[in-house]
């Protein structure tokens, strides 16, 4: 066990919905990635969030968005969604180390969309 | 661009067989490369980690040693179990950078 909990563990929607997808960060932790793994572009990073604001963009489309809240938990909201947004989404989370550098980070269990 | 490079699978081997997992990548300056597991059904757990070369990292038996000369980080195990069966991947993480980047994954599948 991470420390990383997420929820729901699947969620099964139809196209052109609205999801919310939650994380909570180890106890400590104030950042927190999102990540994407499908079976065509494999694990690619979405966002990053540390202390409440958005610290790195990756990959994530517009439909798309996150948010820190100030308990250190996390969202990512998904909208108009398309059968290609079916796919594991993974949220981390990491301590920061001296000097503004990163520590590893450690993965929740996933949530897997599946868009109908 | 940045990327990391991992050998394809699938992979099966007999339990007690020698396992490498090939793994290069390419980045500037100097990064901090992971190896993680993803068990059926979970999510991804750090296996192990090396921070500058010639670091190696070492965990539950797997192996591997930060090459900063060929650029490579792979994995290895001298005897492996059916337990072992999963998916690995290589990440590298670039200083002062947030995102990790992975490999596609090598799915590993060890027969009794």
């Known amino acids: 066990d991470s420390g990383v909990t997420q929820t729901p563990k699947h969620l099964i929607t139809a196209t052109g919905q609205r999801v919310t997808l939650r994380c909570s960060p180890r106890s400590g932790d104030l950042s927190v990635y999102w990540y994407q793994q499908s079976l065509d572009q494999g694990l690619q990073f979405l966002i990053q969030?540390?202390?409440?604001?958005?610290?790195a963009k990756g990959n994530i489309l517009e439909r798309f968005s996150a948010q820190q809240f100030p308990d250190l938990h996390s969202e990512l909201n998904l909208s108009s969604l398309e059968l290609g947004d079916s796919a594991l989404y993974f949220c981390?989370?990491?301590?920061?180390?001296?000097?503004?550098?990163?520590?590893?980070?450690?993965f929740g269990p996933g949530t897997r969309l599946t868009v109908l | 661009g940045d990327s990391v490079t991992q050998m394809e699978g699938p992979v099966t081997l007999s339990e007690e067989a020698f396992l490498t997992i090939n793994c290069t990548y390419t980045?500037?300056?100097?990064?901090?490369l992971f190896w993680y597991v993803q068990y059926p059904g979970e999510g991804l757990q750090l296996l192990l980690k090396?921070?500058?070369?010639?670091d190696k990292g070492s965990n539950k038996g797997f192996e591997a040693t930060y090459r900063k000369e060929t650029t490579s980080f792979h994995l290895e195990k001298g005897s492996v179990q059916v337990s072992d069966s999963a998916v690995y991947f290589c990440?590298?993480?670039?200083?002062?950078?947030?995102?990790?980047?992975f490999g596609q994954g090598t799915r590993l599948t060890i027969n009794p």
């Open positions: 981390a989370s990491s301590a920061p180390l001296a000097g503004g550098h990163y520590n590893e980070q450690f």
């Open positions: 090396a921070t500058k070369a010639d």
């Open positions: 990440a590298r993480l670039l200083q002062g950078a947030q995102k990790l980047v």
């Open positions: 969030y540390y202390n409440g604001e958005e610290r």
């Open positions: 980045a500037t300056g100097y990064p901090s």
